[in-house]
């Protein structure tokens, strides 16, 4: 079993700043992906960028040269740093852990993000 906490979500303006962290424990193993999903209300839960365990990332177009994952191995972290935010950016974000191996993953209960005018 995997825990996930997530923390950094609220309010920005548009044009803003927000940074989200995961921190992951439990069972972890050296070979997984992170990453970051948002659902707004009446929609499907999205990617909105992953991060593997090399440091390989993968971003949804829509978050392209505005937001930025990463990860810290040693804390068993991760962060996504959201620029230049949009109303549409608004949703509640979602960390997910997935052990590459075990073909499982782990899901955060999820952090909200709103952007204002």
């Known amino acids: 079993q995997v825990q996930l906490v997530e923390s950094g979500g609220g309010l920005a303006k548009a044009g803003g700043s927000l940074r989200l962290s995961c921190a992951a424990s439990g069972s972890i193993v050296s070979t997984n992906v992170m990453g970051w999903y948002r659902q707004a209300p009446g929609t499907q839960r999205e990617l909105v960028a992953t991060?593997?365990?090399?440091?390989?990332?993968v971003y949804a177009d829509s978050v392209k040269g505005r937001f930025t994952i990463s990860r810290d191995n040693s804390r068993n972290t991760v962060y996504l740093q959201m620029n230049s935010l949009k109303p549409e950016d608004t949703a509640v974000y979602y960390c997910k852990f997935r052990r590459v191996y075990y073909r499982d993953e782990y899901w955060g209960q999820g952090t909200q993000v709103t952007v204002s005018l």
């Open positions: 991060i593997g365990s090399v440091g390989n990332t």
